[in-house]
């Protein structure tokens, strides 16, 4: 176990595992782990995927931003008892909130961002889908909002987002990780290896 001198903020699509990631890395450094999705249930009773159906892209962001100001302020130790270092893993749109991301920033900490290959990522999301009577549902917004018909429609619209997505989070972060498989062990140790030289060279 390390001593952790700087918070770590996941960044990375659904399903790059920056929750499981991230548990495993609070559990090795031994300190508090933050999910920014689940801050955002607790302040506002509902979830993101709800929010965002309700209010849009614009409503959501304000709550994530919300959460993240809370979040801000309680590592500032503005909040008792949570005052210091932590793991906390983001929404994948977090690349797109620029006040979300400027309360991230007004702490101490190192953006990570968690990069899985576009196959992995995309079986992920098709898995679980559910396909019934020419309609697929259980889907992410995104690609729900386009109205997708096969798994291939499903597919080609994750191709552009994806594409999209990744060159915004490398622009963000301090620090990019391949996940190559589900072995959580190994995601954890080339994290941990790659903070630990970052911080011994910065």
């Known amino acids: 176990m390390a001593q952790l001198k700087k918070s770590i903020v996941l960044m990375g699509i659904k399903h790059c595992g920056k929750s499981t990631l991230g548990k495993a890395l609070a559990k090795y450094y031994n300190c508090p782990f933050f999910d920014t999705d689940d801050l955002i249930t607790e302040l506002t009773g509902k979830s993101p995927r709800q929010i965002y159906t309700e209010s849009g892209s614009e409503g959501f962001f304000a709550a994530e931003a919300e959460a993240c100001k809370a979040l801000s302020e309680k590592l500032a130790g503005k909040i008792i008892p949570a005052k210091g270092s932590a793991i906390i893993a ?59 018909h096969t798994e291939i429609d499903v597919q080609n619209i994750f191709h552009d987002f994806y594409v999209e997505r990744t060159a915004s989070y490398k622009n963000i972060a301090d620090l990019c990780v391949t996940v190559n ?13 790659l903070v630990s030289d970052f911080l011994k060279s910065n």
């Open 90 to 148: 983001t929404g994948g749109g977090i690349c797109n909130n620029g006040q979300a991301l400027s309360f991230l920033r007004s702490i101490n900490c190192l953006f990570v961002f968690l990069q899985v290959p576009e196959t992995l990522a995309a079986d992920r999301i098709v898995a679980e889908s559910v396909f019934e009577n020419g309609k697929i549902s259980n889907l992410p917004a995104y690609i729900a909002k386009k109205n997708p």
């Open 181 to 193: 498989s589900s072995n959580i062990e190994e995601n954890t140790a080339s994290i941990v290896s």
